[in-house]
């Protein structure tokens, strides 16, 4: 193989692209952190692995064509099919360089250049030097539709297909994040897709009840239900579907920052042309940085600060970036004002029948998954801070703790005068319909609190933080109570426990707000827009 083309053993091509062509680095291209990585870079070696395992089959392709006898060629079935397989690899790497991630790391190859790397051809010129091996099967190439091989599957009715990839199958009665994205998978299929859906984690290395073969299976049931026609399991099994099937792929629905980084190149390689939505769930780093001022966490500020560059790095590589709730859009948009940012919040189902009014009911509802730190650090602030506040004027008032996966320090809570741990309840309509008041004392935290409208949906008011509220346009008094000090959170739950006029009108209002915003109907409106032909 002539040394221009060879390819070196790192993930380093930037011989191969033409830098007269870029435009010159400036401390704008990629705005930085003092004192930290510019975390853009990690998209950029992402992408530059994948080109480089591309580039390494295709070399090889090259070498047994150019070992193989002129006269084994054309009549030979397996080297006709090496030679598409490596016209493939060539479109594909045109692909991979047209697109926008590509153009978007532009500023970190010139530097590159800036830095020493030598000066080499354009992608084109390199791609030609395999002209002499495929020239005998050129007619077999260009009848390739697509750049990977695809096997052709009728669609029948169907849309078209849309891979969803999260780092697992979606615990929707544990997590409230599970619960809108099982809902959102049910509305895309409910729409006409045709929904494969991916996890990052291998089966086996699932958590929780996913680690068990009942519990996968359980929770890939409700999934088939809602519409899901197919399961891949870990990155290296969503490699090989995109080179299977790659080609049918209309719309790419990637959730969390962790995924969208691992899975991005992927999708950009075997599927240039799919559109890919990045959905953020929440601000991750913003919920990391509020929990470090809160703590007066140096190092944890730290990571909030390189985790913000990771977020904005899959922002500024997808096509469409979703926010779960109109003030995140805004963050989003300050931070990148050239990315397309929309938003889709988290969303409800509207029980059936009126819910019950104040008589019969009695004492405090918490629910949330103890994974998720923010709930642990609540209802131990709730119970350290306020329950004795409240206790004082009710003795007799119970407050019941609900959700999966309890830590040991909220286990121990039970042994309190009147809390009870409840954990995990798989049916939380009786307790919605028994409790007086459900409390959310979240002193930190991001996006839309799922467990808030939730309660709301249901008819149960509600008293929470500022950040408990954030993202549903609530109003104080109006459609909860708000409270960020320990004395005034317990005097608004007294108020309510207290006032049944003022708890009828908040159960009203409340409920009718997240139906006209929040309610399945009115998400799937904002779906439809997203994933239009």
Same mark, same amino acid.
């Given at each position: 193989?002539?040394?221009?083309?060879?390819?070196?053993?790192?993930?380093?091509?930037?011989?191969?692209?033409?830098?007269?062509?870029?435009?010159?680095?400036?401390?704008?291209?990629?705005?930085?952190?003092?004192?930290?990585?510019?975390?853009?870079?990690?998209?950029?070696?992402?992408?530059?692995?994948?080109?480089?395992?591309?580039?390494?089959?295709?070399?090889?392709?090259?070498?047994?064509?150019?070992?193989?006898?002129?006269?084994?060629?054309?009549?030979?079935?397996?080297?006709?099919?090496?030679?598409?397989?490596?016209?493939?690899?060539?479109?594909?790497?045109?692909?991979?360089?047209?697109?926008?991630?590509?153009?978007?790391?532009?500023?970190?190859?010139? !530097?590159?250049? %800036?830095?020493?790397?030598?000066?080499?051809?354009?992608?084109?010129?390199?791609?030609?030097?395999?002209?002499?091996?495929?020239?005998?099967?050129?007619?077999?190439?260009?009848?390739?539709?697509?750049?990977?091989?695809?096997?052709?599957?009728?669609?029948?009715?169907?849309?078209?297909?849309?891979?969803?990839?999260?780092?697992?199958?979606?615990?929707?009665?544990?997590?409230?994040?599970?619960?809108?994205?099982?809902?959102?998978?049910?509305?895309?299929?409910?729409?006409?897709?045709?929904?494969?859906?991916?996890?990052?984690?291998?089966?086996?290395?699932?958590?929780?009840?996913?680690?068990?073969?009942?519990?996968?299976?359980?929770?890939?049931?409700?999934?088939?239900?809602?519409?899901?026609?197919?399961?891949?399991?870990?990155?290296?099994?969503?490699?090989?579907? %995109?080179?299977?099937?790659?080609?049918?792929?209309?719309?790419?629905?990637?959730?969390?920052?962790?995924?969208?980084?691992?899975?991005?190149?992927?999708?950009?390689?075997?599927?240039?042309?799919?559109?890919?939505?990045?959905?953020?769930?929440?601000?991750h780093f913003l919920r990391?940085?509020?929990?470090?001022?809160?703590?007066?966490?140096?190092?944890?500020?730290?990571?909030?600060?390189?985790?913000?560059?990771?977020?904005?790095?899959?922002?500024?590589?997808?096509?469409?970036?979703?926010?779960?709730?109109?003030?995140?859009?805004?963050?989003?948009?300050?931070?990148?004002?050239?990315? $397309?940012?929309?938003?889709?919040?988290?969303?409800?189902?509207?029980?059936?029948?009126l819910p019950p009014g104040?008589?019969?009911?009695?004492?405090?509802?918490? !629910?949330?998954?103890?994974?998720?730190?923010?709930?642990?650090?609540?209802? %131990?602030?709730?119970?350290?801070?306020?329950?004795?506040?409240?206790?004082?004027?009710?003795?007799?008032?119970?407050?019941?703790?609900?959700?999966?996966?309890?830590?040991?320090?909220?286990?121990?809570?039970?042994?309190?005068?009147?809390?009870?741990?409840?954990?995990?309840?798989?049916?939380?309509?009786?307790?919605?319909?028994?409790?007086? $008041?459900?409390?959310?004392?979240?002193?930190?935290?991001?996006?839309?609190?799922?467990?808030?409208?939730?309660?709301?949906?249901?008819? %149960?008011?509600?008293?929470?933080?500022?950040?408990?509220?954030?993202?549903?346009?609530?109003?104080?008094?109006?459609?909860?109570?708000?409270?960020?000090?320990?004395?005034?959170?317990?005097?608004?739950?007294?108020?309510?426990?207290a006032d049944d006029a003022?708890?009828?009108?908040?159960?009203?209002?409340?409920?009718?707000?997240?139906?006209?915003?929040?309610?399945?109907?009115?998400?799937?409106?904002?779906?439809?827009?997203?994933?239009?032909?």
């Open positions: 193989m002539p040394p221009d083309v060879m390819l070196p053993d790192g993930p380093v091509l930037d011989f191969w692209v033409d830098r007269s062509s870029l435009p010159p680095v400036s401390e704008r291209d990629w705005p930085g952190l003092p004192g930290l990585p510019d975390l853009p870079d990690l998209r950029e070696a992402a992408l530059k692995h994948e080109i480089a395992r591309l580039v390494r089959e295709r070399n090889r392709l090259l070498d047994e064509g150019r070992n193989t006898p002129p006269a084994a060629i054309l009549p030979g079935h397996h080297a006709a099919e090496d030679a598409r397989r490596l016209a493939a690899k060539d479109r594909l790497i045109r692909a991979l360089y047209a697109s926008r991630s590509w153009r978007l790391a532009a500023p970190l190859r010139a !530097l590159s250049g %800036l830095l020493g790397q030598p000066a080499a051809p354009p992608v084109e010129r390199a791609i030609a030097e395999t002209d002499a091996v495929s020239r005998g099967v050129a007619a077999a190439a260009d009848e390739l539709r697509c750049a990977v091989s695809v096997r052709q599957r009728p669609l029948g009715r169907s849309r078209g297909e849309v891979l969803v990839v999260a780092p697992h199958l979606p615990l929707f009665d544990r997590q409230a994040g599970g619960l809108r994205l099982a809902t959102i998978v049910g509305l895309i299929a409910a729409m006409g897709w045709t929904v494969v859906f991916a996890t990052a984690l291998p089966a086996e290395n699932g958590p929780g009840l996913l680690a068990s073969a009942e519990g996968q299976v359980a929770y890939e049931q409700a999934l088939r239900a809602a519409g899901v026609s197919r399961f891949v399991y870990g990155v290296e099994a969503i490699r090989a579907f %995109l080179i299977e099937a790659g080609g049918q792929m209309r719309y790419a629905f990637l959730s969390f920052p962790d995924v969208a980084l691992e899975v991005m190149p992927l999708i950009r390689a075997h599927c240039p042309w799919a559109r890919v939505i990045f959905d953020t769930v929440d601000l990391m940085q509020r929990e470090a001022d809160l703590r007066r966490d140096h190092r944890l500020g730290l990571a909030a600060q390189t985790l913000r560059q990771t977020e904005l790095a899959c922002l500024r590589s997808a096509d469409v970036t979703l926010a779960v709730s109109d003030e995140e859009r805004g963050v989003l948009l300050d931070l990148a004002p050239e990315a $397309v940012v929309e938003t889709l919040p988290c969303v409800f189902k509207v029980p059936a029948g104040p008589e019969a009911r009695d004492g405090l509802l918490f !629910l949330g998954g103890f994974w998720h730190t923010p709930n642990g650090d609540a209802v %131990l602030w709730f119970a350290e801070q306020v329950w004795p506040r409240i206790r004082a004027r009710l003795p007799g008032l119970v407050f019941r703790i609900a959700g999966a996966d309890p830590t040991p320090e909220v286990m121990a809570l039970g042994r309190l005068p009147g809390i009870e741990v409840l954990g995990y309840v798989a049916d939380l309509a009786p307790l919605f319909d028994a409790a007086r $008041v459900f409390v959310a004392p979240l002193r930190y935290g991001a996006g839309m609190k799922g467990k808030v409208g939730q309660s709301l949906i249901h008819g %149960l008011p509600v008293v929470t933080t500022p950040i408990g509220a954030e993202g549903m346009a609530l109003a104080d008094d109006e459609h909860l109570l708000l409270a960020e000090t320990a004395e005034d959170f317990a005097a608004a739950v007294l108020r309510l426990c003022l708890w009828r009108r908040l159960q009203a209002r409340g409920r009718a707000e997240i139906e006209a915003t929040l309610s399945t109907t009115v998400v799937a409106r904002r779906l439809e827009a997203l994933f239009r032909v």
